[in-house]
């Protein structure tokens, strides 16, 4: 209970929770080399729902390099929107892809419905990545996708419930997951930079 209320702390206050995120007992950030070998089924295997309610297979987003992100409206890390659009911006040409899955899970920081957090995003930080229909991350009703990016038996070194919000996940361009990022990492981080940069970097296998 303390470590959950000392997250939900640095969650709430928009000035210095990044900063705060370590010393609250965010999980181990994982990461590795791309593979070199398409992914039997990893997470590009689901279809979800886009945040207009349209049917999306994530398996269009094959041979591009995947960043899967948990969202929120009303988080101290919100302003990580901004990153995101940044790095997808400057490496959307490369074959990066952001995804963006807001979920109601942490503090009820995302409460709104899709158009509304849809109009969050444009209208507060011009979001162009994709952001797809709100989805539970934890729980008994967590998405299958996070199912697959969380519980051992897919996840191996990667597993582990997400701690809170913008938790962030990193595939390759063979479907494989190769990273995990902390939520109170930013993206535009040395560490996520460089990994996106070496994902980028390797050839899809044929």
Not at 21 to 48: I, R, Y
Not at 96 to 117: C, H, M, R, S, Y
Not at 118 to 134: D, G, I, L, Q, R
Not at 175 to 197: C, H, K, L, S, W
Request: proline share 5%; charged share 25%; net charge positive.
């Amino acid at each position: 209970m303390l470590k959950r209320a000392l997250r939900w702390i640095v969650c709430s206050i928009p000035v210095v929770g990044i900063a705060l995120a370590v010393s609250a007992g965010w999980g181990k950030e994982v990461v590795k080399d791309p593979t070199d070998k398409p992914a039997e089924k990893g997470p590009l295997q689901f279809k979800v729902k886009d945040i207009d309610g349209k049917e999306q297979d994530l398996a269009d987003y094959k041979g591009k390099v995947v960043l899967i992100v948990n969202v929120a409206s009303k988080c101290g890390n919100t302003p990580q929107y901004k990153g995101l659009e940044a790095i997808y911006e400057k490496y959307k040409e490369k074959g990066l892809v952001v995804i963006g899955f807001p979920a109601n899970n942490f503090g009820k920081q995302e409460p709104g419905t899709d158009e509304q957090i849809k109009e969050f995003c444009s209208s507060t930080y011009n979001v162009a990545f994709p952001m797809m229909s709100k989805i539970s991350v934890k729980g008994n009703d967590k998405a299958p996708l996070y199912k697959h990016l969380t519980e051992k038996e897919t996840a191996g070194d990667f597993a582990g419930e997400v701690e809170w919000n913008f938790g962030k996940f990193l595939v390759d361009r063979n479907g494989a997951v190769i990273a995990r990022f902390n939520p109170g990492t930013n993206p535009e981080d040395a560490v996520v930079v460089g990994a996106i940069e070496k994902a980028l970097a390797a050839q899809a296998a044929k």
